[in-house]
């Protein structure tokens, strides 16, 4: 499961519940609407994510969801993605596991990529119920992690990194990651990122603002 980040109160920590997931790890969601959430599933909550497709795809199959459609080209790739969104949660047996829990979706996409066609349905548990704020957000998120992506595979190599071994690649996911905001916020934002890299491997001063920022020790 993901979090797509939507905007908050400025007092966001305030008023919030968390509860359990089943793989005992812990999220924050909106206990008094205050804020909203969209959650990706996976198929690691297989019961959640056969509920939510099975009620999906009945809906689907009877025609009678509002449906958005957006279209994306450029450099040989065609993209359409079809973004349907349900309140009608009858089928999602443990509901009240889900604070502000209010609509399921889902987006399938086509596409093609220099005349090889693929597609993929994404499926979504949401507190939002309005189908074009619920597109605009997983838009949103989409475009801010393609960029991330982007920014990753070209400076730091993540596509072509093979580490499998134990935890190995998330750990070095997570070191690429924080490399990058280190990079991005950190010391002399003079430059691209290459040059940041190649500023702090040559120079010890400018590596330590990097990497502390206004509170280097001494």
């Given at each position: 499961?993901?979090?797509l980040v939507?905007?908050?109160?400025?007092?966001?920590?305030?008023?919030?519940?968390?509860?359990?997931?089943?793989?005992?790890?812990?999220?924050?969601?909106?206990?008094?609407?205050?804020?909203?959430?969209?959650?990706?599933?996976?198929?690691?909550?297989?019961?959640?994510?056969?509920?939510?497709?099975?009620?999906?795809?009945?809906?689907?199959?009877?025609?009678?969801?509002?449906?958005?459609?957006?279209?994306?080209?450029?450099?040989?790739?065609?993209?359409?993605?079809?973004?349907?969104?349900?309140?009608?949660?009858?089928?999602?047996?443990?509901?009240?596991?889900?604070?502000?829990?209010?609509?399921?979706?889902?987006?399938?996409?086509?596409?093609?990529?220099?005349?090889?066609?693929?597609?993929?349905?994404?499926?979504?548990?949401?507190?939002?119920?309005?189908?074009?704020?619920?597109?605009?957000?997983?838009?949103?998120?989409?475009?801010?992690?393609?960029?991330?992506?982007?920014?990753?595979?070209?400076?730091?190599?993540?596509?072509?990194?093979?580490?499998?071994?134990?935890s190995g690649?998330?750990?070095?996911?997570?070191?690429?990651?924080?490399?990058?905001?280190?990079?991005?916020?950190?010391?002399?934002?003079?430059?691209?990122i290459r040059?940041?890299?190649?500023?702090?491997?040559?120079?010890?001063?400018?590596?330590?603002?990097?990497?502390?920022?206004?509170?280097?020790?001494?």
């Open positions: 499961m993901a979090w939507l905007k908050l109160p400025t007092d966001w920590w305030q008023g919030f519940s968390g509860f359990q997931l089943p793989t005992g790890g812990k999220v924050w969601v909106p206990a008094e609407a205050q804020a909203d959430y969209v959650l990706a599933l996976k198929e690691n909550q297989p019961t959640l994510y056969a509920e939510v497709k099975r009620a999906l795809d009945e809906k689907i199959q009877e025609d009678c969801l509002p449906m958005q459609e957006t279209i994306d080209r450029g450099h040989g790739r065609l993209e359409i993605r079809t973004f349907l969104l349900s309140t009608e949660l009858d089928e999602i047996s443990r509901k009240t596991d889900w604070p502000g829990l209010a609509a399921i979706g889902v987006v399938e996409s086509i596409r093609d990529i220099q005349g090889t066609v693929s597609s993929e349905s994404r499926y979504f548990i949401t507190s939002i119920t309005d189908p074009a704020h619920f597109q605009e957000v997983v838009r949103d998120h989409w475009a801010i992690e393609t960029s991330q992506h982007w920014v990753l595979d070209v400076q730091f190599g993540e596509d072509r990194n093979r580490t499998r071994k134990d690649a998330i750990n070095l996911a997570l070191i690429r990651r924080m490399s990058l905001n280190m990079l991005r916020r950190n010391g002399n934002q003079k430059g691209s040059s940041r890299k190649i500023r702090a491997g040559a120079d010890d001063s400018a590596r330590a603002e990097y990497i502390f920022g206004d509170h280097r020790p001494s």
